[in-house]
């Protein structure tokens, strides 16, 4: 009998895409253009990071159906090497994995949107932050329904600019296509800008924290892990592509809201906002 009360492959999987897409992959493509350039250097940097998040989803989809239990790296650490390890983890994962991601988007949130409501960013975050809380802790399905509906928004609004970005013919880009990414690839700040990429990639962990919550964990979980990271891994190869065409090199270098340039470069001045 399938359990109300639980979640299924769908919800799973958008739990690890709305994880993973975040203020990353719309910010830190400017920092890494100021000493990492070639076309080629930046595309080997993101798929550096989307084979990480797929070694490490693979990862957890074994830990998470051997020992099936919630709590992710808490319970794995705990259980392979000692419960102090876990503790330590699940602390760090309490207030830098989470509470601080959280904060630093419901911040975004506020600076973008505030001004338009006449509200102060943090009075929006704050909100924003009890509201989705309370939603969330009145059932799993109605959290289930949120959950899915902001993801597949989250996609579409993704989706909407890959296609004007690839159909629309850009004024400038930022495309360099030479023997220069031999030498990039060397430099400490190649290794720098990746710091960058496996911020943007993380959360694909994400479903490994409820696995009790899930139905027929050991056949959903692995799907969710890496479906949910492997759509997200093709949507910023993606999204990177059209940055890069559609802005010109020194418009966006150095610069950290990508995103936003980018939209008012397709969509004109009104669009981007």
């Not at 020194?250 to 809201?257: H, N």
């Amino acid at each position: 009998m399938t359990n109300s009360n639980s979640i299924g492959l769908p919800t799973a999987t958008a739990i690890v895409i709305a994880n993973m897409i975040g203020a990353g992959i719309f910010t830190s493509l400017g920092f890494q253009l100021v000493d990492t350039v070639n076309t080629w250097s930046i595309n080997i940097l993101w798929c550096l990071g989307a084979i990480m998040a797929l070694c490490g989803a693979l990862s957890y989809a074994e830990l998470g159906t051997y020992w099936a239990r919630s709590g992710g790296e808490y319970h794995f650490l705990s259980k392979a090497f000692h419960p102090l390890l876990g503790y330590v983890s699940g602390w760090v994962s309490l207030t830098n994995g989470f509470s601080a991601p959280i904060a630093l988007s419901s911040m975004a949130l506020g600076a973008y949107v505030a001004p338009y409501l006449g509200l102060t960013d943090s009075v929006l975050a704050v909100f924003t932050i009890l509201a989705i809380s309370f939603f969330h802790s009145i059932s799993i399905k109605r959290s289930s329904i949120l959950q899915n509906s902001t993801t597949l928004l989250k996609i579409l609004l993704i989706l909407v600019i890959i296609y004007f970005g690839l159909t629309r013919i850009p004024v400038s880009s930022a495309y360099l296509f030479d023997n220069s990414w031999k030498q990039e690839i060397l430099m400490p700040a190649f290794a720098v800008s990746f710091v960058y990429v496996t911020f943007s990639y993380s959360g694909w962990n994400a479903a490994a924290y409820i696995v009790d919550e899930i139905r027929d964990v050991r056949k959903n979980l692995p799907k969710a892990l890496l479906m949910g990271t492997a759509v997200v891994s093709l949507l910023y190869l993606l999204l990177i592509f059209v940055f890069l065409r559609q802005n010109p090199l020194e418009a966006i270098s150095g610069q950290l809201e990508i995103g936003q340039l980018t939209a008012i470069s397709l969509f004109g001045d009104k669009g981007g906002e």
